[in-house]
């Protein structure tokens, strides 16, 4: 089977062998006319990693009460790609008189080999941190910006503060709506 791929001169074809060492999608590496990226986001448990994709992704607004639900940590892959048209539709856009598919990856904070699973072959790399949360900014500079620079010395980063609704937030509050009703 001939296949495409990004290269460093545009559209390359590729063996079945290395098609088959691509973690993403096949769909969009069988189009030529498509530029595949590979968007890789990470950053601490909790900070709004899955929030911030699934908003692009999914074009999905929460309810309140998704909002203030307990974190539950994810991950949000590939696999959303493959089974849900709608999500790979929205991953296509024109750039530049270029087709372009962009597709990202969730990652778990606390997972480190999971984590450097999803970095190999990225094209950019997206590192969020809690505005509500200054630990997690802290993070960034010592922690998450020299991992990226291990596994992806050459992928841009984009640093994104998520959360800015909850800055100013009473936290005790928000923590008390989140308990269930006795």
């Known amino acids: 089977m001939q296949a495409w791929r990004k290269g460093p001169d545009g559209p390359q074809k590729t063996s079945s062998d290395s098609m088959s060492r691509l ?42 009460y998704q909002l203030l639900a307990t ?52 094209d950019v790399v997206v590192l969020c941190f809690s505005i509500a949360n200054p630990n997690s900014l802290h993070h960034v500079k010592t922690m998450w910006y020299p991992e990226i620079k291990h596994f992806c010395p050459r992928a841009p980063v984009i640093l994104v503060g998520c959360q800015l609704d909850l800055r100013y937030a009473d936290l005790e509050a928000v923590n008390r709506a989140r308990r269930p009703l006795a």
């Open 23 to 64: 973690m993403d999608s096949d769909m969009d590496y069988e189009r030529p006319n498509v530029e595949t990226i590979k968007c890789v986001v990470v950053g601490d448990n909790a900070v709004g990693k899955t929030r911030l994709i699934c908003a692009r992704a999914c074009n999905a607004t929460l309810t309140q």
């Open 71 to 122: 974190h539950v940590p994810t991950v949000w892959a590939i696999d959303q790609y493959r089974v849900c048209q709608e999500v790979l539709e929205r991953s296509r856009d024109v750039v530049d008189d270029v087709s372009v598919s962009l597709r990202l990856w969730d990652t778990f904070g606390d997972h480190h080999k999971d984590r450097r699973f999803a970095y190999g072959r990225s």
